[in-house]
């Protein structure tokens, strides 16, 4: 009987998989100190979008200096999640079922991310600069923020209205985390995007809370890289030779798939800590084959994540290269189909499973310059550039390239 279910299940699931649209679709958590190693929160956005290839810059707001994810093309006035100087973090995951006009020109979170980071510090600096926003806004989202006061919350964002989800509160968040996708919670019941990976999330988070001791390179392994399917009941990383014993899996509904284009889990700082160390921990590309590097405002950036010569990401370059045995299939529904032998297999030879290797073993050695940075109440410069060098050297013999453009 359970495999009869399992059945009908699936070929809904494929068919959704050949029906369904394509929209802007990312992954969202605030996880707060209360379930994480070092009592310090945690913000991640978990991109899906159209445009595959992403970067990082900086750039000099109205009032703060700031970092955010781009799309490469962009020209500026736009990102998709970022940090700036004194601690204001903030991302960003559509939404479909809070509008409620018929305003035709959307989409604008990018324009809305970009000047908050630019004259944000707090919360309140949010919410005051949400009311004075011209409206209609162009925006149907939730925006997730932190500051380095401790504040942690969600606001949910049309084109004339803002209601805030505060993470804090133990009458809303009472595991101490909330995850969201592409509907909103105070939104219309039953629309919107993304239930399927809400509960994947939910689950991921909620077993763990029990433990608590959440670390950034646990999020990337459980939640940016996690092919479990919580309608389906699987886990492929558990369950891939019984449900797909050539390899060959539909993808769709999963929290990391072929419309992903970065990860960004951006590690705050306790109150009264620097805000100069508000971290953000950045995977460019397809997260599941590539690595996750900390960036920060005040430091220099590392060269790999910024625009090269052809306006990209030499590491994004080299990560979707790598995606590309992932999804091989280009002719006919062929895209909607992933290889997970090629990331994950017993032999331990996947592509997933050498980048969490890797991982774990730049993050431990990070622990040591961090501390050592916290101790210092301040980035040390040559400790940091000492530490992309050496991460530099491993995510080439990663990908076996030894160039950048």
């Known amino acids: 009987m359970r495999k009869l279910t399992f ?21 969202s958590a605030i996880i707060t100190g209360k379930l994480t190693a070092d009592g310090r929160p945690m913000l991640l956005k978990h991109r899906d979008t159209g ?16 970092i955010g ?39 604008k979170e990018g324009e809305l991310m970009y000047k908050a980071l630019g004259s944000c510090k707090t919360l309140k600096d949010f919410e005051q600069f949400l009311d004075k926003y011209p409206r209609p806004m162009q925006v149907e989202a939730n925006f997730g923020v932190i500051d380095a006061q401790g504040g942690a919350a969600y606001y949910e964002v049309n084109n004339t209205i803002w209601k805030k989800i505060d993470v804090n509160d133990p009458k809303i968040a009472p595991e101490g985390f909330l995850a969201v996708t592409n509907f909103s919670y105070t ?27 959440i670390t950034p390179h646990w999020v990337f392994s459980n939640i940016s890289r996690s092919f479990r399917h919580s309608l389906l009941g699987i886990d492929l990383r558990k369950d891939g030779e019984q449900v797909a014993p050539n390899g060959w899996f539909i993808d769709q509904d999963f929290i990391p798939r072929r419309s992903t284009s ?19 921990w950045t995977v460019l590309g397809y997260p599941p084959v590539a690595l996750a590097l900390p960036l920060f405002v005040d430091g220099t950036l590392p060269e790999g994540v910024m625009k090269n010569s052809q306006g990209r990401s030499d590491y994004c ?12 299939i280009t002719r006919g529904n062929g895209k909607k189909y992933l290889n997970f032998n090629v990331l994950w297999n017993n032999q331990g030879t996947g592509f997933m499973q050498k980048v969490e290797s890797n ?11 961090m501390e050592h ?10 400790d940091l550039m000492n530490y992309y060098q050496e991460a530099h050297f491993l995510i080439q013999q990663m990908y076996g390239t030894t160039t950048l453009h």
């Open 262 to 280: 970065a990860s960004v889990l951006i590690q705050g700082v306790k109150p009264g800590e620097n805000a100069a160390l508000t971290t953000m």
């Open 317 to 328: 370059d080299w990560a979707l290269s790598a995606k590309e045995n992932v999804f091989p």
């Open 51 to 66: 445009e595959l290839n992403n970067r990082v810059e900086k750039f000099t707001g109205k009032k703060y200096t700031f």
């Open 187 to 213: 939104g219309r019941a039953n629309e919107g995007m993304g239930y399927v990976r809400y509960h994947t999330a939910h689950q991921v988070l909620l077993e763990r809370s029990v433990l608590g001791n």
């Open 7 to 27: 059945s009908v299940t699936f070929l809904f699931l494929v068919f959704l998989g050949f029906t369904a649209q394509s929209v802007e679709a990312c992954t």
């Open 359 to 369: 991982e774990q073993m730049i993050h431990q050695y990070f622990q040591a310059t």
């Open 69 to 107: 994810l781009v799309d490469s093309p962009s020209t500026g006035g736009c990102v998709w999640a970022g940090t700036n100087s004194v601690g204001f973090s903030i991302v960003n995951t559509a939404s479909y079922n809070l509008k409620d006009d018929d305003v035709q020109e959307m989409d």
């Open 373 to 382: 940075f916290r101790q210092q109440g301040k980035l040390v410069e040559d």
